[in-house]
């Protein structure tokens, strides 16, 4: 594989090159706002991204309002079959990509829903919900969240982790507290991911991660996700060449084959400010939550410009575009 062929090209050129995959990406978790906003999802396509992992649901939200809200964006997805396809399996991303369509999932960042249900696991997978996240910043029956005092994995969470490996769901440790962590890792049997989170080493900040936890993920045979949200980056704005930056310290700790990107973007700033100031509890003052600068989807590809630069090969390149995020689905997904 060439550099070039890393390139976003016309629609129908798709399939030439690399897979390009955002792991998170957030649209409102207001029913209206969200049908509103549905259409930034055509911008994704069109900036060449082929698999997008869209948020539908986190911490404290009732569960019957996450199911509200993917049923709003499956129905719209369906609806747009031209361009979307609602993927349930590593075919589905496959063909998507032969099509010249966009491959969407859903993910949801907090396992709260399995405290009003186990079963519930089950029904969300069938719906296109690849990855879940154990607790969004505070503690919840699972286990402990990474802006609260982490008391570990609870032993309703250890049933959850189970569960999650049994359907072939991706379990998520980003947000979630570093002993939580841990725990889960120790007592899953699959591949996990921190599916956004960056580098603690190269930004100290609470919702970025230590060495350890890169490393034990690697162990599992799992992925980082790095971001290019400003706060989590660094001091200064979010720009390509700083997420390299942070490509390459990971690379460097546990290797090439660990290593993705999700955007965390919200095409919405002011709903999503909106949303964080009406939730003192979850995003405490003195983290930079009041000035999110993040970098769009768009923009991988100057990233992968900014790889290429700092000597990554184009077959490297592609496994940080989307090559990693493939393997844990083809290991993960049922
Ligand atoms: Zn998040």
Same mark, same amino acid.
């Given at each position: 594989?060439?550099?070039?062929?890393? +390139?976003?090209?016309?629609?129908?050129? +798709?399939?030439?090159?690399?897979?390009?995959?955002?792991?998170?990406?957030?649209?409102?978790?207001?029913?209206?706002?969200?049908?509103?906003?549905?259409?930034?999802?055509?911008?994704?396509?069109?900036?060449?991204?082929?698999?997008?992992?869209?948020?539908?649901?986190?911490?404290?939200?009732? /569960?019957?309002?996450?199911?509200?809200?993917?049923?709003?964006?499956?129905?719209?997805?369906?609806?747009?079959?031209?361009?979307?396809?609602?993927?349930?399996?590593?075919?589905?991303?496959?063909?998507?990509? +032969?099509?010249?369509?966009?491959?969407?999932?859903?993910?949801?960042?907090?396992?709260?829903?399995?405290?009003?249900?186990?079963?519930?696991?089950?029904?969300?997978?069938?719906?296109?919900?690849?990855?879940?996240?154990?607790?969004?910043?505070?503690?919840?029956?699972?286990?402990?969240?990474?802006?609260?005092?982490?008391?570990?994995?609870?032993?309703?969470? +250890?049933?959850?982790?189970?569960?999650?490996?049994?359907?072939?769901?991706?379990?998520?440790?980003?947000?979630?507290?570093?002993?939580?962590?841990?725990?889960?890792?120790?007592?899953?049997?699959?591949?996990?991911?921190?599916?956004?989170?960056?580098?603690?080493?190269?930004?100290?900040?609470?919702?970025?991660?230590?060495?350890?936890?890169?490393?034990?993920?690697?162990?599992?045979?799992?992925?980082?996700?790095?971001?290019?949200?400003?706060?989590?980056?660094?001091?200064?704005?979010?720009? &390509?060449?700083?997420?390299?930056?942070?490509?390459?310290?990971?690379?460097?700790?546990?290797?090439?084959?660990?290593?993705?990107?999700?955007?965390?973007?919200?095409?919405?700033?002011?709903?999503?400010?909106?949303?964080?100031?009406?939730?003192?509890?979850?995003? &405490?003052?003195?983290?930079?939550?009041?000035?999110?600068?993040?970098?769009?989807?768009?923009?991988?590809?100057?990233?992968?410009?900014?790889?290429?630069?700092?000597?990554?090969?184009?077959?490297?390149?592609?496994?940080?575009?989307?090559?990693?995020?493939?393997?844990?689905?083809?290991?993960? /997904?049922?």
């Amino acid at each position: 594989m060439t550099t070039s062929q890393l +390139r976003p090209r016309a629609v129908g050129e +798709r399939r030439h090159r690399a897979l390009v995959w955002d792991n998170h990406f957030c649209l409102p978790m207001k029913l209206d706002d969200n049908l509103l906003e549905l259409e930034h999802l055509h911008r994704v396509h069109e900036a060449g991204i082929d698999v997008v992992s869209i948020n539908a649901g986190f911490g404290p939200m009732e /569960w019957t309002e996450q199911i509200r809200l993917i049923a709003q964006m499956r129905r719209y997805l369906l609806r747009n079959a031209e361009t979307f396809l609602v993927a349930l399996s590593v075919e589905d991303l496959k063909a998507a990509k +032969r099509h010249g369509k966009l491959a969407v999932v859903f993910d949801i960042e907090s396992a709260q829903i399995a405290e009003s249900q186990l079963d519930l696991i089950q029904l969300i997978y069938d719906l296109g919900v690849r990855w879940m996240l154990i607790a969004y910043n505070r503690n919840n029956d699972i286990g402990g969240g990474c802006h609260d005092r982490d008391t570990g994995l609870t032993d309703l969470g +250890r049933r959850v982790v189970e569960e999650m490996n049994r359907v072939g769901m991706v379990v998520c440790c980003s947000h979630t507290g570093y002993r939580t962590a841990l725990e889960v890792m120790e007592h899953g049997s699959q591949p996990i991911v921190f599916s956004h989170s960056n580098p603690r080493s190269l930004h100290d900040h609470p919702r970025n991660i230590p060495d350890l936890l890169i490393r034990e993920c690697a162990k599992t045979g799992g992925v980082i996700g790095l971001t290019g949200v400003n706060i989590f980056l660094g001091e200064g704005p979010a720009t &390509p060449q700083r997420l390299a930056e942070h490509v390459d310290y990971v690379a460097d700790l546990v290797g090439i084959d660990h290593v993705g990107l999700s955007s965390d973007y919200a095409p919405s700033n002011s709903a999503l400010n909106a949303e964080l100031n009406s939730m003192q509890s979850y995003f &405490p003052d003195g983290h930079g939550y009041d000035r999110l600068d993040i970098l769009p989807p768009s923009r991988f590809f100057e990233v992968a410009d900014a790889l290429a630069d700092r000597g990554y090969s184009a077959d490297d390149i592609s496994k940080v575009l989307g090559g990693n995020f493939l393997r844990v689905a083809e290991t993960v /997904w049922r």
